[in-house]
Each structure stands twice: as C-alpha cells, then as structure tokens.
C-alpha cells in the first residue's frame, strides 16, 4: 500500500507562508490536500492528477497552490497570507481516482503536518 509522509508544517504569524510537502512510496494518480475541520471530519482543499491539473475548494486558489513532482512522486502545497483561521492539521491524501478531485473518497492517507497561525 501507498505510505504518504507528509513535512513543512510549522508555526508563522498572520500573512505568513509555509509550503507543505508530501511524498509518496510510489507513484498513484490522484494526490490531494485536507485540513482537519473544526467541526469535525477533514476539509478538502485540493487535488492535483497525474497531468499536474489542480482542482481547488471554494476560495482557497486564492492563497493556496498545489502542486506536483511526479519525479519524486511528490506534492506540495504553498499557502500564502495565512491566517488564524488556517491553523489546523494538514494531511496528504491518495487513491486511484478518476475523475481525480476533491469530492472523491479518497483511501490513503499521510499523519498529518501542524500548521499554527498566530495573530
């Protein structure tokens, strides 16, 4: 089974930017980025497929850009002007997914990276 090992979590001030990086044991189609909710259960951010096309949630393209190594079986996730409101767990997720997007249930998954935004 595909190992996601998520890094490049870490503690910024408000307007900050961090890039998270996962990396893959092979490579697989589909790779995405989720934030863990407040209310609970994961919040999708962004897919990217194995032709480097991202899908992004809402208005999150608007900060956040997804991107992909497939070199290196590898994705990242550059956030930029990040806010209070963006400290949560980040986890990689994979799967064999076609149609590759984030509204896919995805079966994979990284341990997460802690990303903390102070004010």
């Not at 998520?6 to 490579?27: D, I």
């Not at 994705?75 to 400290?87: C, E, F, S």
């Not at 990689?92 to 990276?113: H, I, M, S, Y």
């Amino acid at each position: 089974q595909v190992q996601l090992v998520e890094s490049g979590g870490g503690s910024v001030q408000t307007g900050g930017s961090l890039r998270l990086t996962c990396k893959a044991s092979e490579s697989i189609l589909c790779m995405a980025w989720f934030r863990q909710s407040p209310h609970g259960g994961r919040e999708a951010l962004a897919t990217i497929d194995g032709l480097k096309s991202p899908t992004y949630v809402g208005s999150v393209a608007t900060r956040f850009t997804i991107s992909r190594d497939n070199d290196k079986n590898t994705i990242y996730l550059q956030m930029n002007n990040l806010r209070p409101g963006d400290t949560s767990m980040y986890y990689c997720a994979a799967g064999t997914l076609v149609p590759c997007n984030p509204w896919r249930k995805f079966d994979t998954w990284g341990q997460g990276t802690q990303v903390n935004v102070s004010s």
